[in-house]
């Protein structure tokens, strides 16, 4: 396994790059959704989210992304520099982190014309796609796409894309600008094994290019090992954080799954 940039697991962040969440509560039509949640993730470092339905993954996620209100603290601080607060846009001693966010894949009809150039131009430019797309917005798109090493996909019909196409576009746009920190809601769904593997593979290299904090959520137990530098085991409250060996087989794994894992991530 790759050796973390910024320090151990288990340590402070210090002055290095560090998404921290302190005590993050949210109720929601008072329920409960997540219960004093803490944890950090480093610059350069790949946490796997994981828990069954209904445990606050997704609003774990809004809460990062600014979409709803909590209580806690959830602080984003670069290397040497202050801490920036994520919450409502305020800022202390700096800007605002850049988030890139990568939903669930979405649905595209197999036969909406619509390529992935006229889907980045719209997502990223003023530019009504249905008339003849400028070169600098295609060109503009392509190196996105270099990014992620899906230039070939430019021109297809987004509804013609295989689940691991779609999440590399996906992944390109989400990518522009880079961000600070990139949250992957279910990457590997809809994902054959090959895509799967190029998949991870990517967001290995990207993190290790950019240096940004990659937080994702998966069902996808047995590749935890293979690609995760930590595992965060929620259900409302972070039952288990740590190295991915030492969380799938905790206690607490077996009581929230029913599961028994090896070592080597395998039943």
Same mark, same amino acid.
């Given at each position: 396994?790759?050796?973390?940039?910024?320090?151990?697991?288990?340590?402070?962040?210090? @002055?290095?790059?560090?998404?921290?969440? @302190?005590?993050?509560?949210?109720?929601?039509?008072?329920?409960?959704?997540?219960?004093?949640?803490?944890?950090?993730?480093? &610059?350069?470092?790949?946490?796997?989210?994981?828990?069954?339905?209904?445990? *606050?993954?997704?609003?774990?996620?809004?809460?990062?992304?600014?979409?709803?209100?909590?209580?806690?603290?959830?602080?984003?601080?670069?290397?040497?520099?202050?801490?920036?607060?994520?919450?409502?846009?305020?800022?202390?001693?700096?800007?605002?982190? #850049?988030?890139?966010?990568?939903?669930?894949?979405?649905?595209?009809?197999?036969? +909406?014309?619509?390529?992935?150039? @006229?889907?980045?131009?719209?997502?990223?430019?003023?530019?009504?796609?249905?008339?003849?797309?400028?070169?600098?917005?295609?060109?503009? &798109?392509?190196?996105?796409?270099?990014?992620?090493?899906?230039?070939?996909?430019?021109?297809?019909?987004?509804?013609?894309?295989?689940?691991?196409?779609?999440?590399?576009?996906?992944?390109?746009?989400? #990518?522009?600008?880079?961000?600070?920190?990139?949250?992957?809601?279910?990457?590997?769904? *809809?994902?054959?094994?090959? *895509?799967?593997?190029?998949?991870?593979?990517?967001?290995?290299?990207?993190?290790?290019?950019?240096?940004?904090?990659?937080?994702?959520?998966?069902?996808?137990?047995?590749?935890?090992?293979?690609?995760? +530098?930590?595992?965060?085991?929620?259900?409302?409250?972070?039952?288990?954080?740590?190295?991915?060996?030492?969380?799938?087989?905790?206690?607490?794994?077996?009581?929230?799954?029913?599961?028994?894992?090896?070592?080597?991530?395998?039943?």
């Amino acid at each position: 396994m790759r050796k973390i940039k910024h320090g151990a697991l288990a340590g402070g962040c210090g @002055d290095s790059c560090c998404l921290k969440l @302190d005590g993050l509560n949210v109720r929601i039509q008072g329920e409960e959704i997540l219960e004093d949640v803490s944890f950090h993730l480093h &610059c350069g470092e790949i946490a796997a989210l994981i828990g069954p339905n209904g445990a *606050g993954k997704s609003t774990l996620f809004r809460s990062i992304l600014g979409q709803i209100s909590y209580s806690g603290t959830i602080s984003f601080t670069q290397v040497g520099g202050p801490a920036i607060r994520l919450a409502d846009g305020t800022t202390i001693g700096g800007t605002r982190p #850049l988030i890139g966010y990568v939903p669930q894949s979405p649905s595209f009809d197999r036969g +909406d014309p619509v390529t992935v150039l @006229d889907f980045f131009t719209a997502a990223t430019a003023k530019w009504p796609v249905w008339l003849p797309i400028p070169k600098k917005y295609r060109d503009q &798109c392509r190196r996105s796409l270099e990014r992620v090493h899906g230039e070939d996909l430019l021109d297809k019909p987004m509804g013609g894309l295989s689940g691991g196409q779609l999440q590399r576009v996906l992944l390109a746009l989400a #990518l522009e600008p880079v961000p600070h920190i990139l949250i992957l809601d279910e990457p590997l769904s *809809g994902v054959d094994i090959e *895509g799967e593997h190029q998949l991870l593979d990517m967001l290995d290299e990207i993190r290790t290019k950019y240096d940004l904090s990659i937080l994702l959520s998966t069902h996808d137990f047995a590749t935890l090992t293979t690609f995760a +530098d930590k595992v965060i085991l929620l259900n409302k409250k972070v039952l288990k954080a740590g190295a991915p060996e030492e969380v799938v087989a905790s206690p607490e794994f077996y009581e929230t799954f029913h599961l028994k894992m090896g070592r080597k991530g395998e039943n």
